[in-house]
C-alpha cells in the first residue's frame, strides 16, 4: 500500500515538474518573441518629419494624387514596410502572425501561399474584403486595379476605409491601411479602369522583380458588365486562374451563396447577363463565380428603373462617373459584399495552397450542346436537299454543308433565351433547336475559296448555312421533328399547328436573339 502511494507521489512530482519546465520554456519563447517585436517597433519610433514624409510619397505611383498630411502612425507604418520588405523583419514574427493558417494548410501550403501573386480587379466591397483576407492569410505581392475614389457610400461596405480616406483612390487606400497589419505585403497599384485594351498589362507579369512571372489567381471583384465580360474572356484565352463574383446587390440571405461554374449560376441578373455574353464569345463553362441563389420576393430590394425626367435630359450615360458605366445606385446591404468577397478569398487560398475542395458539382451540359449541335447541321442538311438544285447531275448537296452554330451559341440560346425548356409546351427534357421560319431565298450559300498553289491557282466550292440566333427556336426533339417536316419542308403555316400564345412568345424569344447578335465573336 505505501509503495502504491510512493509511485503515486512520484508521478504527480514529475508531471507538476514537466509542466512547470514546459511553462518556463513557453515563458522564455514568449519573453523572446515580445523583445524581438518591441526592439523592432522600437526602433522605428521616429518623428514625423519632411525626410519621412518626402521619402513616402517618393514611392506613390504618381497616377494616385498626393497622399493626405501624414499622422504619426502613417509615417511608422510607412517606415516598418519599407523595413519589412527590404527583408528587415524577423521572420519568426511572420510565422507567428500566420500561426493559425500554417497549421491549417501545413508548411508546403504557407509557402505557396507566401509565394503567391494575386490581381483583384475592383477595389470596392467585394474587392476590399478579398484583399483584406489575402494580406492577412500571408499573400505576399498584390496588383489592385480600380479607377475608383472612396465616397461616403462606400463606407457601408468597404473593408477598411475610414472617414479620412474619402476622396482617396481606394487601391491607396487599401494599401494604406493593410500595410499596418501585414507590412511585408508588396503592393502594385493601379488606379484605372479595367478594359479589353489594358488587359495584357493589368493582368500581365508582375514586374517588381524582373521574374516574369504571371498572376497566380485574378479576383473579379468589378460591378460593370461590358469590363466584367472582358476580363473573364481575356482570362479564359489566356489560361489565367480567375474567379468571378456575381452580383451581390439585393441580396440578403448569406446561406444562399454559393460558388460554382458559370454555366450553372442561376438567380443572379448580373450572371445571367455576364453568362449571355460570354456564351456568344465562345465561353460556356471552366469560370468559378461566387453568386447568390437567394430569389426576389414582396417586399424584398430591388433595382428601381431611372426616372423618366433623366431619360429626357438626353444620354444616360453621360450621367455616369465614365462612359457606359453605372448609372444607378443599387441597393446593397453592407454586409453581403463581403460574405462575396471572403467566399472568392477563401475559394483563391484553397487553390493555391492545394487544399481539398469539395463544391457541389454542377451538372454537365456540354454533351447535351453537342447533341444540339449536331440536331442543327442535320435538319439544315435537309433543307439544303429540298430546296437546292443540283448543279452536278447526282450526289449528296447536303453532303460538307458548314452550319456557323457554335455550342456557345446553342447554349446561349438554350439556357439564356428559352431557360432549357421548349418554347411549345415548356418540357426540359431531349431539347433541340430548330428553324422557325422556312428559308426565302434558300437556306444555304454557295462559297467560291480560291488558293494558290504549286500547280498554280485552284477554287473550291463550300456550302455554307445561312442560319442565324434569330432564326432558331428550342423545342423537343419531336417538336422539332414535326415542325421540320410539316412546316419547313411541308406546306403548313404556324398558325395551323400551334396556339397564337405560343406563336407570340417565340417571336419575342427570337426579337431578343437578334439584339444579342451583335456580341458574338
Sequence with gaps: MASNTSKMQLAATAVISGAAVAAAILGYQRLQQEERLSRLKGSIDAPVDESIESAVREKQPRSLGPLPKLDKEDARNQVLAQRAQNGDFDDELILEQLARNRVFVGEEGLRKLRNAFVVVVGCGGVGSHATAAFARSGVSRLRLVDFDQVTLSSLNRHAVATLADVGLPKVQVLQRR??????????????????????????????????????????????????????????????????SSMGAGTKSDPTRIMVGDIGASTDDGLSRACRRRLKLLGVTSGIPVVYSTEKMGEGKAALLPLPEEEFQKGSVGDLGVLPDFRVRILPVLGTMPAVFGLTAANHVILKITGYPIDYLPAKARDKMYDSITAFVQSS?????????????????????????????????????????????????????????????????TLLRLTTKGEDGVSEMEQKSSNVRLRDLVCMTKEEATRHLNEVLLGTKAHEDIYDPSVIQTVEARLKDAEAYERYRQ
Design 380 to 444: 439544315e442538311e435537309k433543307l439544303v436537299r429540298a430546296t437546292t438544285k443540283s448543279t452536278t447531275g447526282g450526289g449528296d448537296i447536303g453532303l460538307g454543308l458548314k452550319v456557323p452554330i457554335t455550342t456557345g451559341d446553342v447554349a446561349f440560346l438554350v439556357e439564356e433565351l428559352y431557360r432549357a425548356r421548349s418554347a411549345v409546351t415548356g418540357i426540359p427534357t431531349k431539347l433541340v433547336l430548330v428553324r422557325w421560319r422556312k428559308p426565302q431565298d434558300g437556306s444555304s
Design 178 to 243: 493593410l500595410m499596418a497589419i501585414a507590412p511585408w505585403v508588396r503592393f502594385d497599384l493601379r488606379s484605372e479602369k479595367f478594359d479589353g485594351a489594358s488587359a495584357p498589362a493589368l493582368l500581365g507579369p508582375w514586374d517588381q522583380d524582373g521574374d516574369g512571372r504571371l498572376p497566380d489567381f485574378v479576383v473579379d471583384a468589378i460591378d460593370n458588365i461590358e469590363s466584367k465580360v472582358e476580363l473573364l474572356k481575356y482570362c479564359h484565352d489566356h489560361d489565367l486562374p480567375v474567379i
